[in-house]
């Protein structure tokens, strides 16, 4: 083989190697993910929720339209009115609370009755990426959807047009208390093929060649 091939031969390994790699480790980030409920008195540090938070800004957004905020709390007597006001206690344990706020009337501007759907809808996608690059750095956090509105806007200064779309408590995980993992929905309880509640996938189609065109 003449010393350019093998060259473009090796690289080309490498590359399929990395791409590998990092479904790889996709899959164990998704499947290590947990909502911590315990955390140890070791702080987590800001800047990993800064990470965090910039994995999140790379998600979609309706228009590219990023109308979200997340507002970073760790003064101890804060984080003790969030934990109260959530009536959650537990929260009360964690260094940091991120709590991920959203501003609707962005949207509405562009996209009116819909742009309020959006919102909600993107703001999930968002907390999600937020927690899976949490777990990927190793901490624990708990996407918190029960507390009063109203209490935390008032403790946290937020304006009333501001959604509060989640509470993050984020720490090291008391694995001590670890919970058994919730058990997953199934793959064939999660599917329906071509009209709603055929659980069959029709045989008309030709199996694809390359199956992994479904990752590009
Ligand atoms: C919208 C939403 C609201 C939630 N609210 C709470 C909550 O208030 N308190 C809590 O302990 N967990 C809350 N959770 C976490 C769920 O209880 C948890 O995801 C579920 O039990 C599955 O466990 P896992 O996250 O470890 O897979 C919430 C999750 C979502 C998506």
């Known amino acids: 083989m003449k010393p350019i091939y093998k060259t473009i031969f090796v690289w080309q390994h490498i590359f399929i190697l990395d791409i590998f790699k990092i479904f790889m480790e996709f899959d164990s980030v998704v499947r290590r993910r947990r909502s911590a409920h315990s955390f140890l008195k070791k702080r987590a540090s800001w800047k990993a929720v800064l990470d965090a938070v910039e994995a999140a800004n790379y998600g ?11 507002l970073i709390i760790e003064e101890e007597e804060t984080i003790a009115k969030v934990a109260k006001h959530a009536e959650q206690t537990w929260i009360g344990e964690a260094g940091i609370i991120v ?4 501003d609707e009337t962005t949207l509405e501007d562009k996209y009116g ?6 919102s909600r809808q993107q703001a999930g996608a968002a907390i999600e990426t937020f927690i899976l690059k949490l777990a990927d750095l190793g901490l624990g956090s708990c996407w918190v959807g029960a507390y009063s509105d109203e209490l935390l806007k008032e403790v946290l200064k937020i304006p009333q047009h501001i959604q509060i779309e989640a509470v993050i408590p984020v720490g090291y995980e008391d694995k001590k208390s670890y919970e058994k993992k919730p058990k997953k929905k199934e793959l064939e309880n999660s599917i329906y093929w071509e009209n709603w509640g055929n ?6 189609f030709k199996e694809p060649i390359d199956p992994m065109q479904f990752k590009r």
Do not use: D, M, Q
């Open 60 to 70: 979609p957004f309706a228009g590219n339209l990023n109308n979200l905020r997340f």
């Open 99 to 102: 709590i991920v706020c959203s």
């Open 113 to 118: 009755e819909r742009g309020r759907v959006y």
């Open 199 to 204: 659980g069959k996938r029709p045989t008309i």
